[in-house]
């Protein structure tokens, strides 16, 4: 499709084990987030890539958390040692140009559910 | 107390009423105004884009922003069940790349 995808969709972990989220941004977007969305609450920002740069990852919450982008296009959100604080959506976007321009193209998510 | 407040509803409205959606914020130094529509299990997509003060209109929905007040409401005409969903405001300072700053959301109902 040519939108947004994400994987998988649905993830269910034990405390303690290690994720890995999927993004598969829109073909030729330089700008890639991801956000973390908690239930009932509005997206919080994570991190940011333009490129294979990730250029502020102020957001991430702790140094459990790590993105990466090596090819500057498929992006990678890893959380280890899951808590179940960590439940939540977490959700990418892309975009077609640099920094301070205007849409952002969102994925469905994927929802995290920590036992 | 948060940067951007947003009351988290649920609003529920007959089909074909005059919607009111709201947020305030804190930082003066937004610039930059968005209201992104999420349907239940699906990524926020976006409505309405505003820079600075000011009215912008499309089709049925209406952005306003007011800087002096903190301000920042989206009407939407003639409401149809196709409407229901969470609205969530968003904003940015400017240079401050994409990183937006979300409200919670409101949650509308159109009733049929």
């Known amino acids: 499709g040519a939108g947004v995808s994400q994987s998988p969709r649905y993830k269910v972990a034990k405390r303690g084990q290690d994720v890995a989220l999927r993004c598969d941004p829109i073909?030729?977007?330089?700008?890639l987030f991801w956000y973390q969305q908690a239930l009932g609450q509005g997206p919080e920002f994570l991190t940011y890539?333009?490129?294979?740069?990730?250029?502020?990852k102020s957001g991430l919450p702790s140094d459990r958390f790590f993105a990466e982008r090596p090819e500057g296009s498929v992006s990678t959100l890893k959380i280890q040692r899951t808590q179940q604080e960590d439940s939540a959506v977490y959700l990418c976007?892309?975009?077609?140009?640099?920094?301070?321009?205007?849409?952002?193209?969102f994925g469905e998510g994927s929802r995290l559910t920590v036992l | 107390q948060k940067e951007v407040e947003q009351d988290p509803g649920p609003l529920s409205v007959p089909e074909g009423a005059i919607v009111s959606l709201n947020c305030t914020y804190s930082?003066?130094?937004?610039?930059?105004f968005m209201w992104y529509r999420q349907y239940s299990r699906k990524g926020p997509e976006l409505l309405m884009y505003?820079?600075?003060?000011g009215n912008k209109e499309d089709g049925r929905f209406t952005a306003q922003v007011d800087k002096s007040s903190k301000y920042i409401s989206l009407f939407i005409r003639d409401s149809q069940p196709s409407d229901s969903a969470t609205y969530l405001c968003?904003?940015?300072?400017?240079?401050?790349?994409?990183?937006?700053?979300f409200g919670a959301g409101t949650i509308l109902r159109v009733k049929s």
């Open positions: 073909s030729g977007h330089v700008s």
């Open positions: 968003a904003m940015r300072a400017a240079g401050d790349g994409n990183k937006l700053v």
């Open positions: 505003t820079y600075s003060s």
């Open positions: 976007a892309s975009s077609p140009s640099g920094p301070n321009t205007g849409e952002l193209f």
């Open positions: 930082n003066s130094a937004f610039q930059y």
């Open positions: 890539f333009q490129n294979e740069a990730q250029l502020d």
